[in-house]
């Protein structure tokens, strides 16, 4: 008797998918996402961009200005910004320089008195201090190599992304017509409303976070301040801001931007405590930004609760690095806005949602 052959079962299209289907999921978008990285970090940034001056673009098209035009303004706009943050790194490292004899020579004297503690109270001899220097210099060979690699690589990553995303930028924003066909297309027809609600609320969703922004950089402006106040530095709100702002370089904008009040505060003080007391400042407040003031800011104005903004930047900076860190959070909100609209992710949906907000909305 030959067997019956199964007849496979249609996969309903409002069944609720299980936890292991959602977290096998997320485990192939995170592979996806981490060796793809290289592609999808620029054309992330792109679409970011797309999204926020996408607003702008159609206002200026509306008054009569061709789209060509108008999207050429408002790249220029976006280039003219991070030209200007630019240019105040720059000024920093050059108020640093015009610092770096004094500073060079209040550096050996503090190298000095450290050796002449360390020889008076533990007896450890000039010569035990000179050998230990030559041995860390000789073992730091290798590792300065590889630290030069990756910054030459890190350095030559920038650049590309630099002349490559605003290109993606704008194609994005002259070809945004033609993408949302697309979507409609793959879709059924009955999802063109949902699709256009996605992507109203998407574009929505990217200028909530851009305001969340604003937010973050003005209280760490303000944290920085009254920090470097209260241990008496030299302006401190010019340097607090200054901070804020180059901050939106990840990594480096935060350690340029502290050199010149360390030197300042040395100089004017002549103690090593107030430098020191600046790093602390700075140090304390961009941990906070990172795990308190971020997630907090900017999950409030996504309507994503805090713990999940909080496990994605860590996410992001684990796969994407520090672009991760900015970019992960906009994307959870587009997976946040397809869930809400499909039956099926009405779990993932829960688990991304503020409850408070909803509690508050009712």
């Given at each position: 008797m030959m067997p019956i052959p199964k007849i496979p079962v249609p996969i309903h299209p409002n069944r609720r998918f299980s936890v292991i289907e959602i977290l096998q999921f997320m485990?192939?978008?995170?592979?996806l996402l981490y060796f793809g990285k290289t592609l999808l970090i620029p054309l992330s940034?792109?679409?970011?961009?797309?999204?926020?001056?996408?607003?702008?673009?159609?206002?200026?098209?509306?008054?009569?200005?061709?789209?060509?035009?108008?999207?050429f303004i408002s790249i220029f706009g976006v280039m003219l910004f991070f030209a200007a943050v630019i240019y105040l790194l720059f000024t920093q490292i050059v108020a640093f320089s015009n610092e770096w004899q004094i500073f060079k020579v209040k550096l050996l004297e503090t190298v000095n008195q450290l050796s002449a503690l360390l020889a008076e109270q533990?007896?450890?001899?000039?010569?035990?201090?000179?050998?230990?220097l030559k041995n860390l210099v000789n073992n730091s060979g290798t590792q300065a190599i590889s630290l030069l690699k990756i910054t030459l690589y890190s350095i030559s990553e920038s650049l590309f992304y630099l002349l490559i995303i605003p290109v993606y930028s704008v194609l994005i924003l002259y070809y945004r017509q033609l993408l949302v066909n697309v979507l409609y297309h793959v879709f059924p027809l009955e999802k063109k409303e949902s699709i256009r609600e996605i992507l109203v609320e998407t574009i929505h969703a990217y200028?909530?976070?851009?305001?969340?922004?604003?937010?973050?950089?003005?209280?760490?402006?303000?944290?920085?301040?009254?920090?470097?106040?209260?241990?008496?530095?030299?302006?401190?709100?010019?340097?607090?801001?200054?901070?804020s702002i180059l901050t939106f370089i990840p990594y480096v904008g935060i350690i340029i931007s502290s050199l010149l009040p360390?030197?300042?505060?040395?100089?004017?003080?002549?103690?090593?405590?107030?430098?020191?007391?600046?790093?602390?400042?700075?140090?304390?407040v961009q941990v906070l930004e990172a795990y308190v003031i971020f997630p907090f800011a900017v999950g409030s104005r996504l309507k994503i609760n805090t713990l999940i903004i909080l496990l994605v930047v860590i996410?992001?900076?684990?796969?994407?690095?520090?672009?991760?860190?900015?970019?992960?959070?906009?994307l959870i909100s587009i997976v946040k806005l397809i869930a809400d609209r499909t039956k099926g992710l009405k779990t993932l949906s829960i688990l991304l949602g503020d409850f408070n907000h909803k509690e508050s909305g009712n």
């Open positions: 485990v192939l978008v995170c592979v940034f792109a679409m970011l961009i797309s999204f926020i001056l996408y607003p702008v673009c159609q206002w200026m098209e509306k008054k009569g200005i061709s789209k060509v035009i108008a999207i533990f007896d450890i001899s000039d010569e035990k201090q000179m050998n230990f200028y909530n976070f851009i305001k969340g922004m604003l937010v973050v950089y003005l209280i760490v402006g303000l944290l920085n301040s009254i920090g470097l106040y209260l241990i008496g530095v030299p302006h401190p709100f010019l340097f607090g801001f200054i901070a360390i030197t300042i505060s040395w100089i004017t003080f002549n103690s090593i405590w107030y430098p020191i007391g600046v790093i602390l400042v700075f140090s304390f996410l992001g900076g684990i796969l994407w690095g520090a672009a991760g860190m900015i970019l992960f959070i906009p």
